[in-house]
């Protein structure tokens, strides 16, 4: 299925943002280290880690994030913890919504965890996804298509 918004994905290195573009690309899932911003298909933009893990860069991610129709907020499941600063999502000027990665890994516990930090972040809008299973897209996918830009 095809995604019909321009996303930016925006989350911890490590927190499984390449690997979602690849799945919803349908390419095969190679990890790799994103070193820069980089546009999938012009209509995904995924970005380094370190633009959130560094305060320094955020400004980078809203300068970014002027291209996108909405914001993907990407948080592993098995991280102990968040880099999304509480109400975080309130800095952006678009709609942002949650992604919970890496599902098929995670304990329940680990995944209420995951959805809590995002809440604290101001995101309403959560999927639990797993790219090796392929779970909790087609919710994601509904969610898309059907929000305005």
């Given amino acids: 299925m095809k ?14 943002k390449t690997t979602l573009c690849q799945y919803l690309n349908q390419e095969d899932l190679v990890y790799h280290k994103t ?21 320094n860069y955020r400004g980078a991610l809203m300068v970014t994030s002027a291209d996108a129709d909405v914001i993907l907020f990407v948080q592993d499941a ?9 109400a975080y999502a309130g800095s952006f000027a678009k709609h ?9 890994i995670a304990t329940k ?5 995951a ?4 809440e604290m972040a101001g995101v309403k809008d959560i999927f639990i996804t797993s790219s090796v299973e392929g779970t909790g897209f087609d919710e994601l996918f509904r969610y898309l298509d059907n929000i305005s830009q």
């Fill in 96 to 104: 942002a919504i949650g992604i919970v990665t890496k599902s098929d």
């Fill in 109 to 113: 516990k680990q995944l209420e965890e």
């Fill in 35 to 55: 070193q820069t911003v980089h546009v999938v298909n012009g209509c995904m933009i995924d970005t380094p880690g370190e633009y959130l893990e560094r305060t």
């Fill in 78 to 86: 098995t991280e102990d913890g968040t880099m999304f600063p509480p």
């Fill in 3 to 16: 995604v019909n918004k321009k996303i930016i994905l925006i989350g911890r290195t490590r927190a499984g």
């Fill in 115 to 118: 959805t809590e930090h995002l």
